[in-house]
């Protein structure tokens, strides 16, 4: 799964992610970048509106999770269970969620309670800029559930 | 400032309330209740987006301030600073989030606070529910400060 097709992917199944006018910058094993522009996500204060930018930190934590589950041909339901986002500064143009998993003990002990319950738990974060300065802070919890469940 | 008024205020000043379909239901000294239905806030999984139940919830919590804050005459710059968010159930229809601030004495010192140094923060929740039920909760840090700091 290259850019392109995660961002096709976001934009036919999740229609807020085309209001925001996400792109896709990077999706690989390594991280996924998102992008937004000011103008669909604006505020009355001239800003980025912050449920915007917590809707984009939610939408690149997810990704991550998505193209490495895909890479590892593991076939889940991602739910995303709780979160935090913590605002450290207005956003007053184009800004970009990054996430990443760097914890590799964390991600191959998520892999392995899958194999074996059908269901794990994982905690990704991201982060939010603008300019190359950072912005926001996002942490969120996700679990992985069969699909049988559904 | 009625529901309308309100209702209007947010799909001018911030696209993305339009965008996800947001309708003022109640806006009142006692709470802010705002409705989304599912279409436009959809996923992959045919429920809402985590994404836009955050934001709904964001919305209602600033919003049930901006009430108040507008029936005592007092002129300020809301910012929210840090926000939880517990997804409790999927959401698979028409959603809504309803804020309010129990807590008189803390309102009080909010204001007291904001009136003496013209900085305040204040903690306010909201529940989102589906059909009557209990599907999430937030919480969320907001920090008046004064017009002048613009």
Same mark, same amino acid.
């Given at each position: 799964m290259n850019r392109r097709e995660l961002e096709?992917?976001? *934009? #036919? *199944?999740?229609? @807020?992610?085309?209001?925001?006018?996400v792109e896709v910058m990077k999706a690989d094993w390594n991280g996924v970048t @998102?992008?937004?522009?000011l103008a669909p996500n604006i505020n009355h204060r001239e800003t980025v509106f912050g449920g915007s930018a917590s809707a984009v930190a939610i939408l690149a934590a997810w990704a991550i999770l998505y193209v490495r589950l *895909?890479? #590892? *041909?593991?076939?889940?339901? @991602?739910?995303?269970q709780r979160n935090t986002m913590t605002y450290e500064r207005p956003i007053a143009s184009t800004f970009e969620a990054s996430s990443t998993i760097q914890d590799s003990p964390a991600w191959e002990k998520f892999l392995r309670t899958f194999a074996r319950k059908n269901l794990a738990r994982i905690s990704i974060a991201a982060t939010l800029s603008c300019h190359e300065e950072q912005v926001g802070k996002f942490e969120g919890d996700f679990v992985a559930l069969t699909m049988k469940q559904d």
């Open positions: 096709q992917y976001l *934009h #036919e *199944h999740i229609p @807020l992610s085309r209001a925001m006018g @998102l992008r937004a522009p *895909h890479q #590892e *041909h593991v076939r889940c339901r @991602l739910v995303i």
